[in-house]
Nanobody, 120 residues
Framework: QVQLVESGGGLVQPGGSLRLSCAASGITFSLYVMGWYRQAPGKQRELVASITSTGSTNYADSVKGRFTISRDNAETTVTLQMISLKPEDTAVYSC??????????????WGQGTQVTVSS
């Protein structure tokens, strides 16, 4: 049974920091691209950041320079460090594990999501 369990969300003031963690189980973690997505009320879900098994990263333009994604293949965890948070970062953040072979999707799993609220 695949499980992705997020933690670390909460309420923070503008300019503050939060660290989100996602613990994965039930998959061969090192084979998966791990990502953080977010969805704000009334908006589509968007990719925030992703990291390959070898550590290559990709960020949404809106978070570049403020968010950092990292992974620990031994601990099967992925972390999103967020600094200089803005009210527009408010959303439900979800962890994703995805594995593909060419055009074939071999696995696509989601966590339950954690709320991040940036407000004074």
């Amino acid at each position: 049974q695949v499980q992705l369990v997020e933690s670390g969300g909460g309420l923070v003031q503008p300019g503050g920091s939060l660290r989100l963690s996602c613990a994965a189980s039930g998959i061969t973690f090192s084979l998966y691209v791990m990502g953080w997505y977010r969805q704000a009320p009334g908006k589509q879900r968007e990719l925030v950041a992703s990291i390959t098994s070898t550590g290559s990263t990709n960020y949404a333009d809106s978070v570049k320079g403020r968010f950092t994604i990292s992974r620990d293949n031994a601990e099967t965890t992925v972390t999103l460090q967020m600094i200089s948070l803005k009210p527009e970062d408010t959303a439900v953040y979800s962890c994703n594990a995805r594995r593909s072979r060419g055009p074939q999707l071999l696995g696509d799993y989601w966590g339950q999501g954690t709320q991040v609220t940036v407000s004074s």
